[in-house]
């Protein structure tokens, strides 16, 4: 079995079609971390695209404000531009399936999902010190979440955190291997928009029969992406932010 693990997709076609096309197809199941939509300017696709191909889907705060569970008050004036542009161009149908997305956490075959954290999808899980109450709510080895959207995250054994490597940016692919009384809080990385100053799409495979999990990053045109936010008059910093990879 090997699962591909995606999260904070955030509305970039180009982008999934990327990761997609690097996957090469060799996966048997999908799942998602949550952020389906918002700051860019594909929703509608990369929603009909999860919804007609991810076995466990889970909802982020970014859909939650979409989909008007949540407000917007707590976004800062971009994102709450661009999430006010996304429920306006989601149909009513698209809309309501990201209304009835659950919150983490969820379990799926030998892992567990959730957004942010697994007490709250909205807190940023970005250092030792965060992810140590995180380990607590572990029923089996390994958790994925998203969120922050830094790839990598923490590894805790005979309770010391500590980080996991990160992809270097020379290289396409981190492989690690699971190993025993160890456990492993994964963040796959953004698909949609990178934060740690790579602007590769980023995405993880987990294969838990053979005990390892690849992070991997991809190459995507993100003038594409760029193209489309200007026309869809969607605010010019989230084009740019895009090639920084912040
Ligand atoms: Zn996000």
Redesign the pocket.
């Known amino acids: 079995m090997r699962i591909l693990i995606l ?2 997709l ?1 509305a970039n076609w180009p982008a999934l079609e990327a990761v997609l096309a690097d996957a090469e197809g060799k996966y048997d199941r999908i799942v998602c971390c ?2 389906l939509v ?1 700051y860019n300017p594909d929703p509608a696709p990369v929603v009909e695209w999860v919804r007609a191909n991810c076995a466990v889907v889970i909802r ?3 859909d939650k404000v979409v989909a008007g569970i949540d407000s917007l008050e707590w976004f800062n004036e971009v994102a709450q531009a661009a999430a006010r542009w996304t429920t306006a161009n989601l149909s009513q149908d698209e809309l309501e399936y990201l209304r009835q997305l659950p919150p983490g956490p969820v379990k799926f075959h030998e892992f567990q999902m959730w957004h942010g954290s697994p007490r709250d999808e909205d807190e940023y899980i970005t250092t030792a010190r965060d992810a140590g109450p995180c380990f607590e709510w572990f029923e089996l080895p390994v958790a994925f979440f ?2 922050t ?1 830094l790839q990598g995250g923490f590894l805790s054994k005979y309770r010391r955190v500590g980080p996991i490597p990160t992809v270097e940016k020379k290289q396409r692919e981190l492989v690690f291997q699971l190993e025993p009384d160890t456990l492993y809080l994964v963040n796959p990385g ?1 698909v949609g ?1 990178p934060r740690d100053g790579d602007p590769r799409a980023a995405y993880a495979v987990y294969e838990p029969e053979q005990k390892i999990i690849r992070l991997r990053r991809t190459k995507y045109p993100i003038e594409k992406t760029m193209n489309a936010i200007r026309k869809a008059g969607l605010p010019e910093i989230l084009g740019q932010r895009l090639f920084a990879g912040i």
Do not use: A, R, Y
């Open positions: 999260s904070d955030h949550g952020d918002g982020g705060n970014h998203g969120h959207h953004s928009q």
